[in-house]
């Protein structure tokens, strides 16, 4: 994976995401989002740009409540092709099926570590391995 998006309002949390992928998949562009609208402003230039997204990082809760749902469902909206794993420390039960509904690539509950993000990161390689086939 060569251009990741980290949407994460916590700055220490995206800085800790940051450095887990750069330990693990040294990714050629990091780039980071603190908000929906600073987001949407990356998937525009992007687009613009000519450049493509491989995987995005998306935390559940930015600015308000669960606004981060609204963003997944429109980024499996607009790129159905491009994994989204949704970080986050929401597990009740309720909100799970809610994210689920939006069919992201990946959940993982935070506390981050290494190793959940080498278990989703493995998963999403084997994704795209089906696709390409």
């Given at each position: 994976?060569?251009?990741?998006?980290?949407?994460?309002?916590?700055?220490?949390?995206?800085?800790?995401?940051?450095?887990?992928?750069?330990?693990?998949?040294?990714?050629?562009?990091?780039?980071?989002?603190?908000?929906?609208?600073?987001?949407?402003?990356?998937?525009?230039?992007?687009?613009?740009?000519?450049?493509?997204?491989?995987?995005?990082?998306?935390?559940?809760?930015?600015?308000?409540?669960?606004?981060?749902?609204?963003?997944?469902?429109?980024?499996?909206?607009?790129?159905?092709?491009?994994?989204?794993?949704?970080?986050t420390a929401e597990n009740e039960m309720e909100?799970?099926?809610?994210?689920?509904?939006?069919?992201?690539?990946?959940?993982?509950?935070?506390?981050?570590?290494?190793?959940?993000?080498?278990?989703?990161?493995?998963?999403?390689?084997?994704?795209?391995?089906?696709?390409?086939?």
């Amino acid at each position: 994976m060569k251009s990741i998006l980290i949407i994460e309002d916590n700055k220490v949390m995206a800085q800790i995401l940051a450095q887990l992928l750069r330990n693990s998949i040294q990714p050629q562009t990091l780039l980071h989002a603190s908000s929906v609208s600073q987001a949407e402003a990356i998937f525009m230039k992007s687009q613009l740009l000519g450049h493509t997204l491989d995987c995005v990082f998306l935390d559940l809760n930015l600015n308000h409540p669960l606004d981060g749902l609204s963003l997944l469902g429109q980024i499996k909206q607009d790129h159905p092709d491009l994994p989204v794993i949704v970080v986050t420390a929401e597990n009740e039960m309720e909100t799970v099926k809610k994210v689920i509904s939006h069919k992201p690539d990946g959940y993982i509950v935070k506390p981050l570590s290494m190793q959940k993000l080498n278990q989703c990161l493995a998963k999403i390689s084997n994704l795209q391995l089906d696709i390409e086939k």
